[in-house]
């Protein structure tokens, strides 16, 4: 297997606070990898840096052998990473149809001839035109939407005409989810998938979690609730004070003497759940 | 060269003024997030008020400011609390929307009560000056330093060192958070639109004072200025504005010597323009600042769309197709080819404000490039009407998303604030290109609407060009938003960030809406120059912005129809107080401030 | 205002004609101008003008023992809203002439209307030489700017200016000012060292008067309107600028003192009428003027006032139709003026030659005729 992701010495920094010290991350293909750690230990800044929403101080980050750092988040989405956000960002006032669209947006072909310079007057005269070839485009992924929102069993499909915002915010959170599986990602980052669940929708959750690495997924997963990522990750980093404090396999990360001292250092935070 | 001084000084002396409405500006912006279009009409209340004083109390400076002060204060209450504080879940937009609409109250009261005529607010201060080069500054110029100075300084310790100042910059930080900490926000709000008003009223006796000279329409100019100022110094930056005015300021005067006179505003909009591009949070910001919390959801109201069947839209075309039948008044067809001409306007600029969420205040600027691009095709080219139209509607769209391109990356406010900027610049642009555009003399004996050689120049004919062509317009729009481009646009709308995180460019989907809105204003400009036969530089004003931003958001943003709606209304209902003269602006602002307050997402929802 | 026992008594005495004429349909002219809006001030202007020349010509029994009346169409001066009232207008036959619009996009933009209605457009601000180029229906009684600034420049030649420097409002009108005036300066024996182009909404004229005075000129010819002559002027003065001004006539109005105070004393303000010319056409305006509304008459209000009185005599002379109002303008000679001293419209132009032009002088804050003291060297 080869390395899907690799972060070398990543580094960011917020005037005078250092968010993510000089890390090091890779991923190979197919690999399920979970970063766990307290609030602010850097978790999410580091997933804003390599889906491109934040550019690194320092440091090389490299997806399929492409140096991505500083690259537009739409690019690096195009070269096939997905990802979801910490506190949910669906679009609230499209449909749960609408959204999960979106997602496939990096999949439209014939609607966006390629003809340089030309290119986005094109797009618009294939949207107002739609020949054949456009309807067929949008009506596969249209099915293709039904399939994906079928994974979640019938939380979805039923509202699949329903604006966001009227969602739950479980809903949502699996709305967000859909929406980046519709990109058919090579790699997949999820943050904290299951915040704000009940433990029947965490575990509904970590069963369709478990599907997509059963279908090979690659996963970068943040999580709180340790159990999930217990069950489903191959390999654990361990982050704190924007640190990578320990990397291994599950179990060997969770009896880490580093691991423990920095969740009861954090005790007062009221996350952890050893 | 001596005069570098002189230029210097004015420029300070005129920044100084601009200071005193962008410090109260700021301030609102800061806790509320809201572009107050309102605080220069109060600037002018507080000027008439201290008239008032003046003239029949004949009360000294300091009692008349006091007075102003006092009053000003109460009225920034009562707009909280009557005009701003019921839409506190609305959208974004409603407030703003609601500012527009206390505005244009607030002007027409003062012209009803005062007339409009200009009056003399003669500065009862002693009238010593003291040389400063060539010219001289006066005791007023002092006084009014020491006012924006004080007042910043003393906003700053408030907001230091009280405790009800820290609740406003706990507000201004995160409203949510400061109500679960207890912080009462409303009054915490009402607070500072008292401050905020107390300031614009004094601001506007001292610059009444200043010119010796008030009128009721002095209050938007003062808004526009300061909003560029604050911009300048960073949005809702207290002392950041008072440097930013001074720099507009000094920039206008600079600008005046190096250019001319005419160049003048030009040269603050291109500094706006400039640092919005170059430096959005303003000069004082950190380049890298974190980016922005999201706004999921809130740009919109959520509602539900009014969903109008398909036979009632075929049966609303049909009749309205039918309107010149009827031996129907020419005016009745006259304002309904308006009506219809706006409504090009309205759904272009809900294409972008309404469904890709850019709220432009500059619209009308696309009509001015297209009313010139067709009238110049048609007469400097010779080309005939019904191939000018057309292309003047493709040079709109190219010049027009040219234009706004640079400001692609601004979000919210700013890009209301950039594309007001673009405005001012078109139209100083062909005021000033002469070669081009024959300056303020405009373009005369435009021909009138034709094929061929059958003249289209009666009510009837025109009515039905301009219906059909709306008609055509508004179907290829609907289906610009049936297909995937409508999907993404609304995505852009309700989180760019997560829309990037999707592989859209935002870039290339914003210039495909701003060319196809651009397109739709350009035929209208165009088909109006050639209606009306002459044009220039004034023909479109910063007013059509606002009334085709009105029109969008009366119908429910991002609907086409409601756009239409809209239109309709807003252009038939001034025509329908007519016979209210002098009250019919005061109507139509009390109208619009009820809609706003009982149906913020439109007639027809937004969608 | 105060009322009177003679007041009272011309009030009364006002409405037993206007009973009298009540049983008779009125003759309608259509004004469509600002009542609202940035130029509100104007249009409020007109209906005094308007008002003041009815209190006279119904007064007196009206034309022919009918009454003149108008109704007045606020359109902002916005040629959206100026179309839509000119098909209000043209479209309602009791309406035999229409008045306005006050700018000039406003009234072009409306003239194809009138034109093709056969409904004449008298536009009495209008001063863009192409605005009776709109058809043969487009009239104005405005001053032309063709004849009025070669009267300035004499003017500006008899305070013995070589080398002025001018500030015009940068419009169609000030335009058209500007260009006659530099246009007729050589003639005079002067250069014009520098002309400033100002925005319509400006205010502050200090950077602008600082780049006049580098040009070293020896005096300052405003063109502007009251309002901003007055700002320019005070604004001078407290820039350190000494030159005496000469001012064109859209700034004689008693605001241009009231807004300037001690900034225009001294400056000079050529104007079509003064009240102090003992002609009886000004003096029974001027008089009634100050009576109904306790101010003093401007510019706008006596081109109103005129206008007016120009209906009357054309109703009167040549019938109350529209075609009438044509065949009369063709026709009509030598009606009274307060502005001009005698109207004739020249048929070719639809225009009227032969103003009065004045030179005022303010002098302890009123304006007084010129004596014929030269500027002082500055």
């Known amino acids: ?274 | 060269m001596g005069s570098w001084l002189d230029y210097t000084i004015n420029g300070l002396i005129i920044g100084n003024i601009y200071a005193l409405v962008a410090v109260g500006l700021a301030l609102i912006f800061g806790v509320s997030n809201l572009i107050n279009f309102a605080q220069g009409s109060v600037y002018a209340v507080g000027a008439y008020i201290g008239w008032t004083c003046f003239t029949y109390l004949h009360t000294p400076l300091a009692v008349t400011a006091l007075i102003v002060v006092v009053a000003c204060a109460g009225l920034g209450v009562a707009i909280e609390r009557i005009g701003l504080r019921p839409l506190a879940g609305a959208a974004r937009i409603a407030p703003l929307l609601a500012t527009i609409g206390i505005s244009l109250v607030l002007d027409q009261l003062l012209q009803i009560v005062f007339t409009p005529d200009p009056r003399a607010l003669t500065s009862p201060l002693p009238n010593w000056r003291i040389s400063v080069g060539g010219g001289t500054i006066g005791a007023l110029d002092l006084l009014i330093a020491a006012t924006g100075i004080v007042s910043a300084a003393v906003l700053y310790g408030f907001l230091r060192f009280t405790k009800l100042g820290w609740a406003v910059r706990a507000t201004a930080q995160d409203r949510d958070a400061a109500r679960q900490m207890g912080v009462n926000t409303d009054a915490v709000n009402m607070t500072v639109f008292a401050i905020a008003s107390a300031l614009g009223g004094l601001s506007g006796l001292l610059v009444g004072m200043y010119f010796n000279h008030i009128d009721p329409a002095m209050g938007f100019q003062a808004t526009l200025k300061g909003v560029v100022a604050q911009v300048i110094g960073g949005m809702g930056n207290v002392p950041g504005a008072i440097f930013g005015s001074l720099l507009l300021g000094l920039t206008e005067s600079y600008g005046v010597a190096i250019f001319g006179s005419s160049y003048r505003n030009l040269f603050s909009f291109a500094l706006l323009l400039l640092i919005l591009v170059l430096r959005p949070n303003g000069l004082f910001a950190s380049a890298r600042s974190t980016p922005p919390e999201p706004m999921t959801g809130s740009f919109v109201t959520p509602n539900r769309p009014v969903r109008v069947p398909r036979w009632a839209i075929v049966a609303a075309v049909v009749i309205a197709a039918a309107v010149p039948l009827i031996p129907a008044i020419p005016y009745v067809l006259q304002v309904l080819t308006n009506a219809w001409l706006f409504a090009m306007l309205a759904i272009s600029l809900t294409l972008v404000a309404g469904t890709l969420g850019q709220i432009s205040l500059g619209h009308a600027s696309l009509l001015l490039i297209g009313a010139y691009a067709s009238a110049l095709f048609a007469l400097d080219s010779h080309w005939p009407v019904w191939a000018s139209i057309p292309a003047a509607g493709i040079v709109t769209a190219l010049l027009g998303t040219a234009l706004i391109a640079p400001s692609f990356r601004l979000r919210s406010h700013y890009v209301s604030i950039a594309t007001l900027g673009i405005g001012e610049i078109v139209g100083l642009v062909i005021l000033n290109w002469e070669s081009l555009t024959r300056g303020p003399m405009g373009v005369t004996n435009i021909p009138p609407l034709q094929v061929g050689n059958i003249e289209l120049d009666n009510p009837r004919a025109a009515y039905w060009i301009t219906l059909g062509i709306l008609v055509l317009l508004a179907m290829m729009q609907t289906r610009l938003l049936r297909s995937h481009l409508g999907r993404i646009f609304r995505a852009i709308r309700d989180d760019d960030v997560a829309a990037r995180a999707h592989g859209i460019s935002l870039g290339r989907y914003k210039a495909i809406a701003f060319a196809f809105g651009g397109f739709a204003a350009g035929i209208s400009g165009g088909i109006a120059a050639h209606q009306y036969s002459y044009i220039n530089n004034e023909t479109f004003t910063s007013t059509v912005s606002i009334s085709a931003l009105t029109m969008v958001i009366l119908g429910g943003m991002g609907n086409v129809l409601g756009a239409i709606l809209g239109a309709v209304a807003l252009t038939a209902l001034p025509e329908m107080f007519r016979g209210t003269a002098e009250y019919r602006m005061l109507i139509y602002g009390v109208a619009l401030l009820l809609l706003v307050r009982f149906r913020p997402q439109g007639i027809l929802g937004t969608t | ?378």
């Open chain 1, 1 to 274: 297997m080869t390395d899907l992701l690799e972060c070398r010495a990543v580094t960011r920094r917020f005037g005078g606070v250092i968010a993510v010290k000089p890390i090091d991350l890779t991923l190979r293909e197919g690999e399920f990898l979970s970063i766990i750690g307290p609030n602010g230990a850097g978790k999410t800044t580091l997933f804003n840096l390599i889906s491109g929403h934040d550019v690194p101080d320092d440091g090389t980050i490299v997806l399929e052998g492409v140096a991505i750092a500083g690259r537009a988040p739409e690019r690096i989405a195009a070269m096939g990473l997905a990802r979801t956000f910490q506190h949910g960002r669906v679009f609230a006032n499209m449909s749960v149809r609408d959204n999960i669209l979106v997602g496939a947006h990096h999949r439209l072909r014939a609607v966006k001839p390629r003809l340089p310079g030309l290119g986005a007057l094109a797009e618009l005269a294939m949207a107002l035109i739609r020949p054949p070839a456009v309807a067929a485009e949008e009506a596969a992924l249209n099915h293709e939407v039904l399939e994906i929102a079928a994974l979640f069993g019938d939380r979805l499909t039923p509202r699949l005409d329903q604006p966001a915002h009227s969602l739950s915010y479980a809903n949502r959170r699996r709305v967000e989810i859909a929406r980046a599986l519709a990109l058919r990602p090579r790699l997949l980052l999820l943050d904290e998938p299951t915040a704000g669940m009940n433990e029947t929708e965490t575990a509904e959750m970590q069963s369709i979690i478990g599907g997509l690495k059963a279908r090979g997924q690659t996963i970068l997963l943040i999580e709180h609730k340790l159990d999930l990522v217990m069950r489903l990750s191959d390999r654990v980093i361990a982050m704190d004070d924007g640190a990578k404090i320990a990397e291994g396999p599950p179990h060997t990360v969770r009896q880490s003497p580093a691991v423990i001292e920095a969740y009861l250092g954090h005790r007062a935070m009221g996350e952890a759940a050893l």
């Open chain 3, 1 to 378: 205002m105060r009322l009177s026992r003679r007041t009272l008594l011309a009030a009364a005495a006002a409405t037993l004609p206007a009973v009298r004429a009540r049983a008779a349909e009125p003759i309608m002219a259509g004004v469509s101008g600002p009542l609202t809006g940035p130029n509100a001030q104007y249009g409020a202007q007109w209906k005094r003008g308007f008002d003041l020349a009815l209190d006279g010509i119904n007064g007196a029994g009206g034309v022919k023992g009918r009454p003149i009346e108008y109704v007045f169409e606020d359109s902002q001066s916005d040629p959206r809203q100026s179309v839509a009232v000119a098909q209000k207008l043209v479209a309602d036959p009791r309406i035999i002439i229409e008045l306005g619009d006050f700018a000039s996009p406003a009234s072009m933009a409306a003239s194809p209307i009138y034109q093709r209605a056969k409904l004449v457009q008298f536009g009495f601000t209008n001063s863009h030489p192409d605005f009776t180029k709109g058809g043969d229906h487009m009239w104005s009684n405005s001053t032309s700017q063709a004849e009025e600034q070669p009267n300035l420049a004499g003017y500006a030649a008899k305070l013995g200016f070589k080398r002025p420097a001018l500030l015009h409002l940068n419009t169609d009108w000030g335009r058209t000012a500007k260009d006659a005036f530099v246009a007729a300066a050589p003639g005079l024996g002067m250069q014009v060292v520098d002309v400033e182009g100002y925005l319509a909404a400006e205010q502050d004229f200090r950077p602008t008067l600082v780049r006049a005075r580098d040009s070293k000129p020896d005096g300052l010819v405003l063109l502007s309107y009251y309002a901003d002559g007055a700002l320019i002027s005070r604004q001078a003065r407290d820039t350190g600028v000494k030159l005496p001004i000469l001012a064109g006539t859209s700034n004689y109005s008693p605001k241009f003192i009231e807004l300037g105070g001690q900034g225009v004393e001294g400056d000079w303000v050529m104007s079509t009428f003064f009240p102090g010319d003992p002609r009886p056409e000004v003096q029974d305006f001027v008089t009634r003027y100050r009576k109904k509304y306790d101010q003093e008459p401007d510019s706008f209000s006596a081109g109103a006032y005129d206008t007016m009185v120009l209906f009357s005599l054309l109703c009167a002379q040549f019938g109350t139709t529209r075609e009438a109002m044509q065949a009369g303008l063709l026709a009509i000679k030598d009606v009274p003026s307060v502005i001009y001293g005698r109207v004739t419209f020249d048929p070719a132009t639809r225009r009227v030659l032969g103003a009065n032009y004045k030179l005022l002088q303010v002098k302890d804050q009123k304006f007084m005729v010129w004596d014929g003291t030269p500027p002082a060297a500055g």
